[in-house]
Each structure stands twice: as structure tokens, then as C-alpha cells.
């Protein structure tokens, strides 16, 4: 069984910042890319930032040059740091895994999410 939790939301003033982590645990063989998402209020889920098991990112137009991931392999942990926040970065954040269980099955793996709320 294998779980993954996010911590690190909360309630920012705009321009400040925030760092979001995301930890797996359980019966892990390997993790490849893992990502973070979000969701606001009435909107889909959309995908905010990448990266790949070789630490390679990728990120939505809206968070490049704000967002930062990074990923710590050892501990089988990511991390999203955002600066310059802003209202409309106002969702909950998931984080999701591309995962190899022991035992060979290949598959994603979310979090519960954590809220992010941007507000003066």
C-alpha cells in the first residue's frame, strides 16, 4: 500500500510564499515524475508543475518564474515552493505520483490535497 501527503498550506497575504511538500511512503520501488496540481473553487484540476525522476521540471505558464519544484529522492519527497503568490493561486493543491509498487503494478498515486489560500 503506498500513501502520499502533502503539508504545507495555509492562508498567505498576496506577494508572499509558501512551501508545499509531498511525501510516499509504503511499498515503493521506484517513483518516477511526480507532479503537483490544483483546483480552485468551480474549476477542473489543472496541472502546475513536473518533475521528472532526473530532477528535469516542467511548469504551467501560470506558475513559471514564481513555482519552484524540487524533489528530494531519498526521501521520496517533493516539493513545491511559491513566491509571489497571488489570489488566484487560491485552490487545493495534490500532489501525484507515477509510482512502481513492489510487486510490479505501475500506477499514479494522489495525496489529499492541502489548501492554499492567497488573500489580504
Known amino acids: 500500500q503506498v500513501q502520499l501527503v502533502e503539508s504545507g498550506g495555509g492562508l498567505v497575504q498576496p506577494g508572499g510564499s509558501l512551501r508545499l511538500s509531498c511525501s510516499a511512503s509504503?511499498?515503493?520501488?521506484?517513483?518516477?515524475?511526480m507532479h503537483w496540481y490544483r483546483q480552485a473553487p468551480g474549476k477542473q484540476r489543472e496541472l502546475v508543475a513536473t518533475?521528472?525522476?532526473?530532477?528535469?521540471?516542467n511548469y504551467a505558464d501560470s506558475a513559471k518564474g514564481r513555482f519552484t519544484i524540487s524533489r528530494n529522492n531519498a526521501k521520496n519527497t517533493v516539493y513545491l515552493q511559491m513566491n509571489h503568490l497571488k489570489p488566484e493561486d487560491t485552490a487545493v493543491y495534490y500532489c501525484?505520483?507515477?509510482?512502481?509498487?513492489?510487486?510490479?503494478?505501475?500506477?499514479?498515486?494522489w495525496g489529499q490535497g492541502t489548501q492554499v489560500t492567497v488573500s489580504s
Open positions: 501525484c505520483g507515477d509510482l512502481l509498487e513492489v510487486g510490479g503494478r505501475f500506477r499514479d498515486y
Open positions: 509504503g511499498s515503493i520501488a521506484s517513483i518516477y515524475a
Open positions: 518533475i521528472t525522476s532526473g530532477g528535469s521540471p
